[in-house]
């Protein structure tokens, strides 16, 4: 009994650290100036017309996103999961490698083919076409619009291919049987039984599409198309103004919660669980020569999502001097630059290794502890744990850096600039994620196995570590890496955090593209992708032997 | 006219074959019973009469026009046959209106009628009242009931079912046996029943065809298929069954219905209808139905056993007997007689429950 308790308390303490404070130092700042209650930044926040329109700019963004990540995810996902479209593996690791690039490298990427005077494609229907009508500029909404999707439409793309396999076929078949042709199936039942999972993509897609720092700050400022991040990014500049920063925050979580809450709500409600029996897979749909138009369809979205961005930062950071005869003066002095002489790069390489590897484990422990204290104990608060726990999920990567700034501001303890605060960041904003995996893993396991230990004689600690560890272990470690990638290449919360000793890799992609500084950018962004891939393909290859070797089949 | 006939048809997984060379005749109106354990080709062989694979060889032909052919398969929205899923695959997102009437939206029936029609049918199968209802709000014999209402209500003249009660506990089943039994009588349709249960295929069936490996065992009456099956798979298919070793002493004519006789657990001798071909000295297996052993006092005439095992089941006694050569032998008997473990008795066989099998 003691242990659930200290394990509670422990867990608490924690998530009141990272959680609960600097959100509640968020909500008072937001309503106080100097001490005195006031409401001030709310009226400003929504009635200044820079806000308004930021507002009004990050609604925009997300809409479009979500609707053109159905209009690319969904087609995807059915010619993957239901037609026998050739070459399933190039389209389904498409979506999955445009999820996993760092969206700040797309946007400088795409800012090297469409910026309006230097852009590679618009100089070539400017300069040798000679149709400078069909120029396009990046630096616009609908350039954020593209720049975005590719992290976006992966969200739908897998939802509605995983909805789409576990449909019954016999629901389809039922149909079919009564007169029904391929058309009126997919319309009376294929569809309205994916839905949720569409919306729910769509929503996700919606909710990530407006957080993402760096791709509105790239193409946005440029083209002085402000959004809600990059509003509150301005605010930070001196003087910095934490109310009204606060106050933009907190309609801005306003907003994602909201989506978020309406995404569960619809999934909640019309979720279709199919019964038991045979459940066999659908067939697939024999699409004849047209499955080599949705072959091109493919084809298109993975050129779009990774073709252009690595190919076009690759020839950038090899070329003298980008244009566009770049292919005549090949160089690597770009790569001598940010790999020897430019002292940044090794102090933020080691940062991110550091911060995203901790920040992984802590995000895991943590989880553990409020997965354990809910599925395997009986003591109170344990649902209040499990709620807290998932509050980040509606707190934009922003925003979260401006909660803790608010926060340890007003404590004595000097860790603004340091690694600390961003590590706190990086587990804050992941926590849920390590309790969703922990709690998945921990279900998996028959209680039985443990109170078998229990009857042996083992106590609850020896329990858990003989037993309950290294059969959660394979599951634990999934939600080690799903934290570890994305802090890899986190900058919607370090960009606010980071001082010179602290800088992370993303940051100093961002800083060195703010300096103008073209091609060693690209080279930049070239080896950060490349320690990102070797981490990623390393911890997969420990985590893998590790469990292989402890879980017993 | 919805006779469906089943013509030298094979289909194959790979390497697997799951329906070999298989030809069948349901004759209009009849429920025929596709028997077998699980992997026998029972499903396959109902999926390729619903249109939803091709055949690799042979053809299904209905009331004369060929439906299947390899490559040339009608679709099955184009059959105007009904089908039962084992899962009921009622639409969760549908209610039970809405499920029922999808059949006659398809054939663009009018609003008015579409309305008619699903109040008579639901009232059939007692669902009148539940029309608003969606799945998720039904117990599991009232989406059965909505699977069933749906599939009539397009009076398809042919009904495939594929074990569409196993999700049912056992009395709902026991009903519903009744009800599927009674509606097939009163609607004049043709049933095409898939199941591996035995009593299920016998309480049902005009026909049942026993399958098994891809093959047809035997297609008969359930008395028949019961009483006289074609080899030992089907004897030991259809239910309890003793396979005694004997040897022929005195073999049959040509005609087999003329009794042989054979010794059994030493030289106890035993007249039966032998199979043609078993002549003397030929090793055989008597293949005896439990509660076809008559159990006697060791005085009377009769094999010499000795009583092993006894189990008091309620409305009988099930036992085993062991012959002086050491076979057990199962015996089921009226719950009214007196059976000790250890009690010698005398066992006896009426010839015409014997089907013999070359050993």
Not at chain 1, 59 to 64: C, H, I, R
Not at chain 1, 234 to 241: E, K, M, N, R, S
Not at chain 1, 332 to 352: C, G, M, P, Q, W
Request: net charge positive; with cysteine; charged share 15%.
């Amino acid at each position: 009994m003691r242990a659930e308790h200290l394990v509670l308390a422990v867990a608490a303490v924690t998530l009141a650290i990272l959680i609960v404070l600097p959100l509640a130092s968020l909500i008072l700042g937001s309503v106080t100036d100097g001490g005195k209650p006031t409401l001030e930044h709310f009226r400003e926040a929504l009635r200044g017309r820079l806000y308004v329109q930021a507002l009004w700019n990050s609604l925009v963004l997300g809409a479009w996103t979500a609707v053109l990540s159905v209009v690319f995810g969904l087609p995807l996902a059915w010619a993957v999961s239901r037609t026998n479209v050739p070459a399933k593996a190039f389209l389904h690791l498409t979506a999955v490698v445009a999820y996993l690039t760092p969206p700040f490298l797309t946007a400088i990427a795409f800012v090297n083919l469409f910026s309006p005077n230097a852009g590679l494609v618009n100089r070539f229907t400017r300069d040798v076409l000679g149709a400078p009508a069909l120029t396009f500029n990046v630096f616009s909404m609908a350039g954020l619009v593209l720049v975005t999707l590719p992290h976006t439409f992966p969200f739908v793309y897998l939802l509605a291919a995983s909805a789409l396999e576990s449909v019954d076929a016999s629901l389809e078949e039922s149909a079919q049987i009564l007169g029904a042709g391929r058309w009126r199936t997919a319309a009376a039942v294929t569809l309205p039984l994916v839905a949720p999972a569409v919306l729910s993509g769509a929503l996700i897609a919606f909710v990530n599409a407006i957080a993402l720092f760096g791709s509105q700050a790239i193409i946005g400022l440029p083209g002085r198309v402000f959004t809600l991040p990059t509003r509150i990014y301005a605010l930070f500049d001196y003087p910095p103004q934490y109310g009204l920063a606060s106050a933009l925050s907190l309609i801005f979580v306003a907003i994602t919660v909201a989506a978020l809450a309406l995404q569960r709500r619809y999934l909640a409600r019309r979720s279709y669980v199919t019964l038991g029996g045979k459940g066999s897979r659908p067939r697939l749909v024999d699409l004849g020569a047209a499955r080599f138009a949705v072959l091109g369809f493919g084809v298109l979205v993975f050129v779009l999502a990774v073709a252009a961005p690595y190919l076009t930062l690759l020839a950038v950071s090899v070329s003298k001097s980008w244009g566009l005869q770049f292919w005549e003066n090949l160089t690597l002095k770009h790569y001598r630059f940010v790999l020897f002489e430019y002292d940044v790069t090794r102090r933020a390489i080691v940062n991110s290794l550091v911060l995203a590897s901790a920040a992984a484990t802590l995000a895991v422990l943590l989880g553990s502890l409020v997965g354990w204290v809910d599925l395997r104990t009986t003591v109170r608060g344990r649902k209040l744990l499990d709620y807290v726990s998932l509050i980040p999920l509606g707190l934009p990567g922003i925003v979260v850096a401006v909660a803790l700034i608010q926060f340890w501001l007003k404590t004595p303890l000097p860790i603004y600039g340091t690694l600390l605060i961003i590590l706190l960041a990086y587990t804050s904003r992941y926590v849920p994620l390590g309790v969703r995996s922990a709690n998945t893993a921990f279900r998996q396991i028959d209680p039985s196995l443990e109170e078998t230990a229990r009857v042996t004689g083992a106590g609850w600690l020896r329990t858990f570590r003989s037993v309950t560890l290294p059969l959660a272990r394979p599951g634990l470690f999934a939600g080690w890496l799903l934290v570890f990638v994305p802090a890899l290449q986190e900058l919607s919360a370090s960009i606010l955090l980071f001082s010179s000793q602290s800088i992370t890799l993303a940051v100093a992609v961002y800083n060195l593209y703010e300096t103008g500084a073209r091609e060693p950018v690209a080279a930049l962004a070239i080896v950060t992708m490349v320690i990102i891939t070797a981490a990623i393909g390393l911890a997969t290859r420990l985590g893998r032997g590790g469990a292989g070797a402890t879980v017993p089949q | 006219m919805a006779g469906i006939s089943i013509e030298r048809v094979t289909k194959r997984f790979g390497a697997t074959i799951a329906v070999r060379d298989l030809t069948l005749e349901v004759q209009d109106r009849e429920f025929v019973t596709l028997l077998g354990p699980s992997g026998c080709g029972k499903t396959t062989l109902l999926r390729l009469i619903a249109g939803f694979m091709a055949p690799d060889e042979g053809a299904i032909r209905v009331g004369g026009a060929t439906l299947s052919a390899p490559g040339a398969v009608v679709p099955p929205e184009r059959r105007g046959m009904g089908m039962v899923f084992q899962n009921y695959a009622v639409w969760p997102h549908r209610t039970v209106f809405q499920n029922v009437a999808f059949g006659l939206e398809v054939r663009r029936v009018a609003k008015a009628e579409i309305r008619e029609r699903v109040a008579r049918v639901l009232e059939l199968v007692t669902l009148a009242g539940l029309e608003s209802r969606y799945p998720a709000q039904l117990s599991g014999g009232q989406q059965q009931r909505v699977a069933l209402a749906r599939s009539l209500i397009v009076e398809p003249s042919i009904l495939l079912l594929d074990e569409p009660l196993s999700n049912l506990d056992a009395k709902l089943r026991e009903r519903m046996r009744w009800e599927l039994k009674d509606l097939q009588r009163r609607t004049g349709i043709t049933f095409v029943y898939v199941t591996h249960d035995q009593s299920e295929a016998m309480a049902l069936s005009d026909r049942i065809a026993v399958m098994h490996g891809g093959e047809l065992m035997q297609v008969g009456p359930p008395r028949e298929v019961y009483t006289r099956p074609a080899n030992r798979t089907v004897a030991d298919f259809m239910g309890l069954v003793n396979l005694i070793p004997a040897r022929v002493v005195r073999a049959a004519g040509a005609d087999s219905s003329v009794t042989g006789e054979v010794t059994v657990a030493g030289d106890h001798r035993v007249a039966v209808a032998l199979p043609p071909g078993a002549g003397d000295g030929a090793a055989v297996q008597l293949a005896v139905r439990p509660e076809s052993v008559r159990v006697v006092p060791p005085s009377e005439p009769g094999l010499p056993a000795r009583v092993t095992e006894v189990t008091f089941l309620g409305n009988l006694i099930d036992g085993y007997a062991m012959l002086d050569d050491g076979t057990r032998v199962r015996v089921q008997i009226a719950a009214d007689a007196r059976l000790e473990v250890g009690q010698a008795v005398a066992l006896r066989v009426d010839p015409r429950a014997v089907t013999v099998f070359a050993a």
